[in-house]
């Protein structure tokens, strides 16, 4: 396999701050790729939690962009996440809302676009600071057994 969730996670990241530094021209609405790109990101960085510890969880959680959901199962063994809790909350309404026209669809600004990513980036952080912990080596070292277990 090419890629994983963290890898396509810190493309996402790049795309939207590349996005967000661009001038937008007036026949553009607004950054709301790039808001998209940010819940993207900071589901992608959660995902890859469950698989780099080989974290089991149901089909809906795989399929699942709901932001919250997977925070909170990822709580149950990682409790220092909690604190990613606004942040996912507030990611948790661009996957959709920003991507698509409906009843909830508004145009993002520039500050929110900005405030999307510092929150998609404190998501990163928290991943990285469970991927780092030395508490946590064994358990990662586990979990890369049981992926390549043969």
Same mark, same amino acid.
């Given at each position: 396999m090419k890629g994983n969730y963290y890898d396509i996670a810190i493309s996402d990241l790049h795309f939207a701050k590349t996005g967000m530094e661009a001038a937008l021209g007036e026949d553009v609405g607004g950054y709301n790729s790039c808001a998209a790109g940010c819940a993207q990101a900071g589901e992608k960085l959660l995902k890859y939690l469950f698989i780099l510890f080989s974290i089991p969880f149901e089909a809906r959680l795989k399929e699942s962009h709901n932001l919250n959901a997977l925070l909170r199962e990822l709580i149950k063994d990682f409790p +220092?996440? $909690? !604190?990613?809790?606004?942040?996912?909350?507030?990611? /948790? @309404?661009? =996957?959709? +809302?920003?991507? =698509?026209?409906?009843?909830?669809? +508004?145009?993002?600004? =520039? !500050?929110?676009?900005? *405030?999307? =990513? @510092?929150?998609?980036? @404190?998501? $990163?952080?928290?991943?990285?600071?469970?991927? !780092?912990?030395?508490? /946590? +080596? !064994?358990?990662?070292?586990?979990? *890369?057994?049981n992926k390549y277990k043969r």
């Open positions: +220092e996440l $909690k !604190k990613l809790t606004t942040q996912c909350r507030y990611l /948790n @309404d661009f =996957y959709v +809302e920003a991507r =698509y026209p409906g009843d909830n669809f +508004e145009w993002t600004d =520039y !500050k929110t676009a900005k *405030l999307c =990513y @510092d929150y998609a980036m @404190d998501i $990163k952080t928290g991943v990285d600071d469970i991927i !780092k912990n030395p508490a /946590n +080596e !064994k358990r990662l070292h586990e979990g *890369l057994l």
